[in-house]
């Protein structure tokens, strides 16, 4: 079981294949990994953290700070921990603030911060992926030493049909224990 007690940040954003992060979630937790959910703004329009905190056993962490209580969540400390960072689904948005180190959000600054190998699984229209913009900054991601997991084609949420599905979640919880494996 290369995955057990392995300490993963799976990263969700605000794309309509966030669905697929919850099987992904599912396959992480029984294979044994310990896993922290980092949501955008935008991902919770898509799923609910209240998904992800109930399979996770851990509440989902978004904010910077809680304005009520003053208490903040480290993205230095997130960074730290995680042996495995992973954004899953990744919009062309945060694709984008990752390849040029725009830290707006959590999920963006814990990437800045982390010190582990990042798996990014991509998904997006086919003419987004197909931008050059898109080619570009996933081009400077593996230049950064970070794994994509190539996006799918077929039938897309648009009704477009095209490169820019996320892969399926069993894949790329195969990559994840590959990774593993390896290590
Ligand atoms: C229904 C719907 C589906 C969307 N799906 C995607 C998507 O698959 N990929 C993408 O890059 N953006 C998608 N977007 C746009 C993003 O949600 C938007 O760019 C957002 O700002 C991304 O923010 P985030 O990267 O911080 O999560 C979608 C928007 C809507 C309304």
């Known amino acids: 079981m290369p995955l057990r007690g392995k300490k993963v940040v799976l990263c969700v954003t605000g794309s309509i294949a966030a669905y697929k992060a919850v099987y992904l979630l599912r396959g992480l937790m029984k294979a044994g990994a310990e896993v922290q959910v980092l949501m955008t703004e935008a991902a919770k329009e898509f799923v609910t953290p209240l998904t ?51 830290c707006d959000n959590l999920v963006t600054t814990t990437y800045l911060s982390a010190k582990c190998p990042v798996i990014v ?36 949420a648009s009704g477009l049909i095209g490169k820019g599905r996320m892969e399926e979640p069993e894949v790329i919880l195969k990559a994840i224990e590959q990774f593993f494996s390896k290590k």
């Open 121 to 156: 699984a991509p998904a997006m229209d086919l003419d987004m992926f197909e931008h050059p913009a898109m080619q570009e900054n996933l081009r400077k991601l593996k230049a950064f030493g970070n794994s994509i997991i190539e996006p799918a084609s077929g039938e897309l």
């Open 52 to 102: 992800f905190s109930t399979l996770s056993g851990k509440p989902v962490l978004s904010d910077f700070f809680a304005k009520s209580s003053g208490s903040w969540n480290s993205h230095v400390d997130l960074g730290q921990w995680a042996e495995l960072f992973v954004v899953a689904p990744a919009t062309a948005s945060t694709i984008g603030k990752m390849a040029n180190g725009l």
